[in-house]
């Protein structure tokens, strides 16, 4: 019987695993408009993640506790090592950085009332802080970072904490972006620049050029705020060990370690695709080098980069981490990517689940835009609730995983209670290949 559709003289054709479509479309991009390409979103190559950890629930060996009647603790405080007031959450899952400018005041409400709902945090990002954000903040951190746009002493008193921005996990070593298209009176003003034209956040503090320099600007900020307020430095991972260590040796009260799966409102494709670690790689040595200082727990840190789920909160926490921040995710939860938006994505050349070009301002969720038109339809009431619905999954999520592991406190997750799918997250991570009592590199093997 023979194939009358099929000419079997001829192959298929067949791609290039180096230049593949995509590959090619970046080079003709590039060939065409000799400009390099800019977006938002995070990292999209697939990175070894939280799914490569499973935990080990409890049977023979380990007792589970009973959900509908013993307690699992998640709270936690930040900033005990020297704030007079450091920061009591009844959630381990803060809200990430992201900028009032790349953000719509809307959205900036939506994520501080959602956070306050559930008794954690949000954070202000670059630019300043907004009434909006700080009169429906319960607990608002306050982003210090090269720029210094917006920064003065009466928002640094208003705050709840103080983050020290040197690094961003989708970019460590560079600085940010905000495109004319965005910047509209408003975010202008606060920034004290020019309204319509492109602002550059630099990629290194004006205030210091090295750790010693930073003890001082820590100790400054201390000195503003009556040592009231807890102190984050926040990295990019690259070299957690060393980075995470010289910012403990400058007096921070938390640490705030974020991979390259971190979300970013814009900045260079090269920049996000290649430079940095992933989360699952840089959490093993910042809480190494904490351990060494004798510190651990002492100075809390804070995870981020790709945190999607509650398993992803307790494996973060089963690794050493204190808290975790989400930042995309709480984009998607407000209504970024919504499938029902699919049309008006196609009128920008994109599909939900794809969408990056938020530095464009033309988000029709309402989101990543200082349109007023597109900003108005979202509701921050309505996107306040969604917002706390999702992390009260988060956290239940977790403590059902901590349960299971007959854990009382999702704290008490611990290395012990994981193992690695792959060999790159046992290598990563130290924790032994699933089926055996091995890892890549363990002594004695």
Same mark, same amino acid.
């Given at each position: 019987?023979?194939?009358?559709?099929?000419?079997?003289?001829?192959?298929?054709?067949?791609?290039?695993?180096?230049?593949?479509?995509?590959?090619?479309?970046?080079?003709?991009?590039?060939?065409?408009?000799?400009?390099?390409?800019?977006?938002?979103?995070?990292?999209?190559?697939?990175?070894?993640?939280?799914?490569?950890?499973?935990?080990?629930?409890?049977?023979?060996?380990?007792?589970?506790?009973?959900?509908?009647?013993?307690?699992?603790?998640?709270?936690?405080?930040?900033?005990?090592?020297?704030?007079?007031?450091?920061?009591?959450?009844?959630?381990?899952?803060?809200?990430?950085?992201?900028?009032?400018?790349?953000?719509?005041?809307?959205?900036?409400?939506?994520?501080?009332?959602?956070?306050?709902?559930?008794?954690?945090?949000?954070?202000?990002?670059?630019?300043?802080?907004?009434?909006?954000?700080?009169?429906?903040?319960?607990?608002?951190?306050?982003?210090?970072?090269?720029?210094?746009?917006?920064?003065?002493?009466?928002?640094?008193?208003?705050?709840?904490?103080?983050?020290?921005?040197?690094?961003?996990?989708?970019?460590?070593?560079?600085?940010?972006?905000?495109?004319?298209?965005?910047?509209?009176?408003?975010?202008?003003?606060?920034?004290?620049?020019?309204?319509?034209?492109?602002?550059?956040?630099?990629?290194?503090?004006?205030?210091?050029?090295?750790?010693?320099?930073?003890?001082?600007?820590?100790?400054?900020?201390?000195?503003?705020?009556?040592?009231?307020?807890?102190?984050?430095?926040?990295? /990019?991972?690259? +070299?957690?060990?060393? @980075?995470?260590?010289? !910012?403990?040796?400058? $007096? =921070? *009260?938390? %640490?705030?370690?974020?991979?390259?799966?971190?979300?970013?409102?814009?900045?260079?494709?090269?920049?996000?695709?290649?430079?940095?670690?992933?989360?699952?790689?840089?959490?093993?040595?910042?809480?190494?080098?904490?351990?060494?200082?004798?510190?651990?727990?002492?100075?809390?840190?804070?995870?981020? /980069?790709?945190? +999607?789920?509650?398993? @992803?909160?307790?494996? !973060?926490?089963?690794? $050493? =981490? *204190?808290? %975790?921040?989400?930042?995309?995710?709480?984009?998607?939860?407000?209504?970024?990517?919504?499938?029902?938006?699919?049309?008006?994505?196609?009128?920008?050349?994109?599909?939900?689940?794809?969408?990056?070009?938020?530095?464009?301002?033309?988000?029709?969720?309402?989101?990543?835009?200082?349109?007023?038109?597109?900003?108005? +339809?979202?509701?921050?009431?309505?996107?306040?609730?969604?917002?706390?619905?999702?992390?009260? %999954?988060?956290?239940?999520?977790?403590?059902?995983?901590?349960?299971?592991?007959?854990?009382?406190?999702?704290?008490?997750?611990?290395?012990?209670?994981?193992?690695?799918?792959?060999?790159?997250?046992?290598?990563?991570?130290?924790?032994?290949?699933?089926?055996?009592?091995?890892?890549?590199?363990?002594?004695?093997?």
């Amino acid at each position: 019987m023979t194939d009358q559709h099929h000419d079997f003289t001829k192959t298929e054709p067949r791609f290039s695993s180096t230049f593949d479509p995509f590959t090619i479309s970046q080079i003709q991009r590039a060939a065409s408009t000799g400009i390099y390409d800019i977006r938002g979103g995070g990292t999209k190559r697939k990175l070894p993640h939280f799914d490569d950890l499973l935990f080990l629930g409890a049977s023979v060996s380990r007792y589970p506790l009973e959900g509908y009647r013993e307690r699992c603790g998640t709270e936690v405080v930040l900033g005990t090592r020297f704030a007079k007031k450091p920061i009591h959450l009844k959630t381990p899952v803060t809200i990430a950085g992201m900028s009032f400018g790349a953000l719509s005041a809307q959205a900036k409400e939506a994520l501080g009332r959602g956070a306050s709902a559930v008794g954690t945090s949000t954070t202000t990002g670059d630019g300043g802080m907004t009434p909006e954000e700080r009169g429906h903040s319960s607990t608002l951190v306050y982003q210090y970072l090269p720029s210094r746009y917006g920064m003065n002493p009466d928002d640094l008193r208003r705050a709840d904490a103080i983050e020290v921005v040197i690094g961003q996990g989708a970019k460590p070593g560079g600085g940010g972006m905000l495109l004319g298209q965005k910047i509209s009176a408003r975010v202008a003003k606060m920034r004290d620049l020019p309204e319509g034209i492109d602002q550059r956040s630099a990629c290194r503090h004006p205030d210091w050029t090295g750790p010693d320099d930073l003890e001082i600007k820590i100790e400054e900020l201390r000195e503003i705020t009556n040592w009231e307020k807890p102190i984050y430095v926040k990295v /990019g991972a690259s +070299r957690p060990y060393y @980075d995470i260590s010289l !910012a403990v040796k400058a $007096g =921070a *009260d938390v %640490v705030v370690l974020d991979g390259m799966q971190g979300g970013t409102a814009a900045t260079q494709e090269v920049f996000i695709e290649h430079v940095g670690l992933p989360i699952l790689a840089a959490i093993r040595p910042a809480v190494q080098a904490l351990q060494d200082l004798g510190l651990h727990r002492k100075v809390q840190l804070i995870v981020s /980069g790709g945190i +999607r789920t509650g398993a @992803d909160v307790a494996k !973060a926490l089963a690794l $050493g =981490a *204190d808290a %975790v921040a989400i930042g995309t995710a709480a984009l998607i939860a407000l209504g970024d990517q919504n499938p029902e938006l699919a049309a008006e994505y196609a009128k920008l050349g994109s599909v939900p689940g794809a969408y990056d070009d938020w530095q464009d301002g033309r988000d029709p969720a309402g989101i990543t835009t200082q349109d007023p038109a597109l900003a108005a +339809r979202l509701d921050p009431i309505v996107g306040g609730r969604r917002i706390a619905n999702y992390l009260s %999954v988060l956290t239940m999520e977790a403590q059902t995983i901590a349960r299971a592991c007959g854990k009382s406190h999702v704290h008490n997750l611990e290395p012990e209670d994981l193992v690695a799918l792959t060999m790159e997250a046992a290598a990563m991570t130290r924790l032994p290949l699933a089926g055996t009592d091995w890892y890549p590199g363990k002594a004695g093997f």
